[in-house]
């Protein structure tokens, strides 16, 4: 087998022949006619000419070989069901869901809007609407009326699919209201709104409008759907960023590109083999609930579970018990779920048999080195973090144990996966970095491989202007991300570029104060900003939650711990990257997805207006954050 240097230099030198195998790997109705034409850059058209269907590509094509294999695996420890489905059950319930959206005129290019909590109909929708050719806009359920509003007048979708309601820690969280307030405030109406009834709570209907699942699929039963073949290039969905640093974005993504894209990642980063058990904890809601709870896995042969409900309910054990039941051999989670075990027994984590698992992947947000270390050690597995964006829909930095099988390295989400041309670029000078150990901001030099962001939906303009013009040369995708490499080509992410700060002249990433403070045994998470000052330019700040809150319950013991923590900075990394305080609260605000909400920190540690915080997830970690900095 070839090493990975030369796996990784041959997916850029000879673009058309690695990605034209990798072609391969997926059913096209259709064979492509050229691999990728960048003749607009920085527009990318994956596989031209192919015609294919992603829904086939996950569903109907195992219908030969593994039709009475598990396919979806669902399970709910709000509402204590199990269910699952084989892929011949799973062609099935994609019919019946893609034949109800045909009767409400649903066709080709048209929009649907899937506003769900972690249900089977959910994976329904979104494989129903690819099948006949529909685009998908899944918005997170559980977003507040406002935020749904607004994604619905960008998507415009003809149809709406929704539930009564989700559930949450043993509560119910009823969405019907909260979708009705978001069409009535939104411009763009949907002609209809299909409610899956989960008899959680009840809801008001409107007449001519609002439509039953239950009903619509009793009289489709039998119905047969065919897949619509689409070009390549034909959009599969949108899906908003997390909206950590601002305004989400709508990230278009095309279908064969996407489907090339995960099919390989399957394969070389994944490790999953068709007949295995993939266990993604993440939402359908995020990118990661795309690409690695329905698509990914689907394509790949694979059953995936559907999980809702929390890490620790009824116990911490939850995950591990469902590893060892469903002999689950490749699991996906995010560090700030990782985090939360951390604070829980952790004999929870060897309560069962892991011996199926093969390893945990890890994304989402920075995984600081001590909290890799204890996952590692607690589950004695591999740990695989992996460094990606909603925009490239797959990762961008990882370890590919399918071509190499090096040892990844604690704190860093490993090397450029092929396909990406990765470079670290000087923000002063504009060029490429070539020496090690040099900070710069992650870009990838276009064209972008397969499966990342066509443009941003509706808006080619911003697209340009938000992802290509950072620096002089044109051809740059920037990640908005600051990083560093060292010898072994291994990657270090050190934070977002807006998030770096500049002590009396130093710039600082605030990655590498939380890494440092994290190590603190008794620190269970972390959050640094850079907050103004008059006479350093910038100081840092420092909040942190505690594994036992009680080390600071009163201020004494506060005030102890803090100088202990900033003792660990000095002797790391020097002085000067000393928060100026270090403080305890009980949570951190966050969106949704689990991302550190640094720049509304930041915002109230300055004195001023938060910004958009349609995407957080609890408006009162915010609030402990503003008693602690503004003066009595
Ligand atoms: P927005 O772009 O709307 O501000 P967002 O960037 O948080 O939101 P996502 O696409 O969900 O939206 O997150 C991608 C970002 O998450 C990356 O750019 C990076 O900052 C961070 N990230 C993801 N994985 C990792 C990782 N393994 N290590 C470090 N950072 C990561
Ligand atoms: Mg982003």
Known sequence: MTNYVDFHRRSIDDREGFWGEQAQLVHWHEQPTQVCDYSNPPFAKWFVGGKTNLCYNAVDRHLVDRPDQNALIFVSTETEQEKIYSFRDLHAEVQRMAAILQAQGVTKGDRVLIYMPMIPEAAFAMLACVRIGAIHSVVFGGFASHSLASRIDDSQPK??????????????VPYKHLLDEAINLADNKPARVLMVDRGLAPFAKTDGRDIDYAELRAAHMDTVVPCEWVDATHPSY?????????????????????TVALAASMKHIYMG??????????????????SYIIYGPLIGGMATIMYEGLPIRPDAGIWWSLVEKYKVTVMFSAPTAVRVLKKQDPAFLTKYDLSSLKALFLAGEPLDEPTAKWISEALGKPIVDNYWQTETGWPILAICNGVESAPSKFG????AVY?????LIDE????????????????????????????????????VSTYWTSFPSKQMYSTFDWGVRDEDGYYFILGRTDDV??????????????????????IAEVAVVGVADQLKGQVAMAFAVLKDASRAANADDARKLEAEVMKVVDDQLGAVARPARVRFVTVLPKTRSGKVLRRAIQA????????????????????????LVTPA
């Open 159 to 172: 149809v709406i699919v929704s539930a009564d309601a989700g559930m949450r820690g043993g509560k119910v």
């Open 238 to 258: 949108t899906l908003y960023t997390s909206g950590t640093t601002g305004k989400p974005k709508g990230v278009q993504r095309d279908t064969g590109g996407y």
């Open 273 to 290: 083999e068709p007949g295995e058990t993939y266990f993604s904890t993440s939402d359908i809601g995020w990118v990661v609930g795309h």
């Open 412 to 415: 860093s989400p490993g090397k």
């Open 419 to 423: 396909g990406y041309d990765v470079k």
């Open 428 to 463: 002063s000078t504009g060029e490429a970095i070539t020496e090690a150990n040099k900070k710069g901001v992650v870009v990838v030099e276009g064209p972008l491989p397969p499966g990342c962001l066509q443009t941003v939906w509706g808006d080619d303009k911003r697209f």
């Open 501 to 522: 700060i500049n002590v009396a002249g130093h710039r600082l990433g605030t990655r590498e104060i939380e890494e440092s403070i994290s190590s603190h045994p008794a």
């Open 604 to 627: 109230v540690c300055e004195g001023r207006d938060s910004g958009d915080l349609t995407t957080m997830e609890d408006p009162a970690a915010l609030a402990q954050i503003k008693d």
